[in-house]
């Protein structure tokens, strides 16, 4: 079975960089046609397409935040990250990862992370 877990800070003060790591298993980050994704969904807000990174290792991100994220990976790890940086308290969110085959709609993920809550706080 295809598991995805997030871990990371929980707490993050502004100005600083929020790196987030999904560790996958039940299947290698390598395999053909398979994206995995990052998504946020702020308090009273729906869920926000952050970017994602390819079986290739070809990174893509939302032209709403891509000046301040990477993506890359871990394939020994079998693990993806996030790195957001410069945060403000509107990057607080609970933060998800999840696998798709090419799509960033939420409907178009197969599988998803439990989430994990970063807030951004002084």
């Known amino acids: 079975q295809v598991q995805l877990q997030e871990s990371g800070p929980g707490l993050v003060q502004p100005s600083q960089t929020l790196s987030l790591t999904c560790t996958v298993s039940?299947?290698?980050?390598?395999?053909?046609?398979?994206?995995w994704n990052w998504f946020r969904r702020p308090p009273g807000k729906e869920m926000e397409w952050i970017g994602n990174?390819?079986?290739?290792?070809?990174?893509d991100r939302s032209p709403a935040l891509r000046s301040r994220t990477a993506i890359s990976r871990d394939t020994a790890r079998n693990q993806f990250t996030l790195q957001l940086s410069s945060v403000r308290p509107e990057d607080t969110a609970v933060y998800y990862c999840?696998?798709?085959?090419?799509?960033?709609?939420?409907?178009?993920?197969?599988?998803w992370g439990q989430g994990t809550q970063v807030t951004v706080s002084s």
């Open positions: 999840a696998r798709s085959q090419g799509t960033t709609a939420v409907r178009d993920q197969d599988y």
């Open positions: 039940g299947v290698s980050i390598t395999s053909a046609n398979f994206f």
């Open positions: 990174i390819a079986f290739s290792g070809s990174s």
